[in-house]
């Protein structure tokens, strides 16, 4: 059916996706599996760290009242390994040998390095010491975290550095938002299946596995991935079982004006319609609506306009479930290379980056038609040419946005 569709600015198709609430919940599981994963709680130190003095340097452990008039022979008590304890007490001109990361004695103040004694007659009993230290060579207990302080604190996004915080102070499972769950409907009967061959008039859904990769680096699950043809019952069945068991429902295709675009109609009858139009190119088609809590975006088919859609309209959603700003970095940039077409709606043209003398410079990359896909890989990010009758001169500065992931 040709429905007459308004189209909003690309400012105002974001504010109303970003406006959408979103039920988040929280899951616990284990630390192995934390990765990126973001916290839902404050973690605290259950004690402080590090948890006993601990020796800095391979060498001798003294105390402070034998900490002068050296050169000196000291009796060596034994030997510290990292991992061992001690309990004896280092009598005046005693000595204990000690390892890097090993447990100080409590009444040693003071490691002389290793480099700074000499073997007394090859005597492991002895050992001389021939000048101190300016520093103890011992980190006190607690030099690093207090014990109840925050090691981790709530809405920050786990990395390897904070799952080693974590591991240190023996947390073995942590309290996090659950990743949106998240299903990818492409429509389209012109879509093979990978293990088809090629054929006239067909062809592979090339979209499907981008959508899935973007959606799952961006922090959401894929937990249902479809390829459905251009039949209007089939469609509407799957999508309203998708709509039931998810967040966020992925379409891609369908979405224009076409003899077999459902998605539209589909659009236009939910509980609240988003957007059907935007001005924009590519993806001026792009199209979102609520049904029963969960939101539906209608990517388009063409190949670029669906890439440009997930960044535009997916990645900060995707991220906000998870507490979290967009990793889209927004700077401005020149244009520096040509690009002479020009536009009705703004354009997010494709392009790859280079920071010139600190300055951002674009270029524009390849093929930038909706349909072209071959740029896809090396587009590092996205560049404003706002709609105008005159083509936009090299050297002009405009809006990008940097790209995640490449
Ligand atoms: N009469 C009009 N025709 C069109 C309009 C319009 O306003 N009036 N808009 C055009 C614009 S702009 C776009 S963008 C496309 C959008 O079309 P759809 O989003 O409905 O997508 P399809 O028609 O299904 O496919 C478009 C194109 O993309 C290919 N495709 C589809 N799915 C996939 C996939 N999963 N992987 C790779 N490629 C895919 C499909 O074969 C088509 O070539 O509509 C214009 N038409
Ligand atoms: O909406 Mo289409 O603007 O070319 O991708």
């Known amino acids: 059916m040709l429905t007459r569709r308004t189209p909003i600015s690309v400012t105002e198709a974001q504010k109303r996706v970003q406006s959408i609430p979103l039920k988040t919940a929280t899951e616990i599981i284990p630390l192995e599996e934390a ?21 800095g340097m391979d060498g001798y452990a003294i105390r402070d009242t034998d900490d002068n008039d050296f050169p000196k022979e000291f009796s060596v008590l034994g030997e510290i390994q990292a991992g061992a304890t001690w309990d004896q007490p280092l009598t005046p001109g005693t000595a204990v040998r000690i390892m890097t990361g090993a447990y100080v004695p409590n009444d040693a103040a003071k490691v002389i390095r290793i480099e700074k004694t000499r073997p007394v007659d090859g005597n492991p009993s002895r050992v001389q010491i021939m000048t101190s230290e300016n520093k103890s060579n011992i980190t006190e207990a607690g030099t ?19 799952l080693a915080v974590l591991r240190a102070f ?41 959508l899935k990769n973007l959606v799952e680096e961006t922090g959401g699950r894929v937990d249902f991935e479809t390829q459905l043809p251009d039949d209007a019952s089939t469609i509407r069945k799957v999508l309203n079982e998708q709509i039931a068991s998810h967040e966020i429902v992925i379409t891609d295709g369908g979405v224009s004006v076409g003899d077999f675009d459902y998605i539209g109609d589909r659009a236009r009858q939910a509980d609240r319609l988003l957007f059907n ?33 997930f960044y535009l309209y997916m990645e900060p959603l995707i991220r906000r479930y998870q507490h979290q700003s ?42 930038n038609r909706s349909g072209s896909l071959a740029n896809l890989q090396t587009t590092t990010c996205l560049a404003l040419i706002p709609h105008s009758t005159t083509p936009m001169q090299v050297g002009t500065e405009t809006d990008a946005w940097l790209l995640p992931f490449k």
């Open 35 to 55: 990765n990126h994963r973001v916290l839902a709680k404050d973690v605290r130190a259950k004690y402080e760290y590090p948890h006993f003095r601990r020796a």
């Open 144 to 162: 690093d975290v207090k014990k109840g302080a925050v090691i981790l604190s709530h809405d920050q996004e786990i990395n390897p550095g904070g």
């Open 170 to 210: 023996g947390v073995k499972e942590v309290e996090v938002y659950q990743r949106p769950r998240i299903a990818i409907i492409a429509t389209g009967t012109e879509l093979l299946n990978s293990d088809a061959p090629i054929a006239p008039g067909k062809i592979y859904n090339s979209n499907g596995i981008m």
């Open 277 to 309: 139009k935007i001005k924009q190119r590519p993806g001026s088609v792009t199209t979102a609506f609520v049904q029963d809590g969960t939101l539906v975006m209608a990517l388009s088919g063409n190949p670029g306009a669906c890439f440009t859609g």
């Open 326 to 367: 967009s990793r889209i970095r927004k700077v401005r940039a020149t244009l520096a290379a040509p690009y002479n077409k020009t536009n009705g709606f703004d354009r997010y043209l494709r392009c790859r980056y280079a920071i010139k003398d600190g300055r951002c410079l674009v270029y524009p990359n390849g093929i």
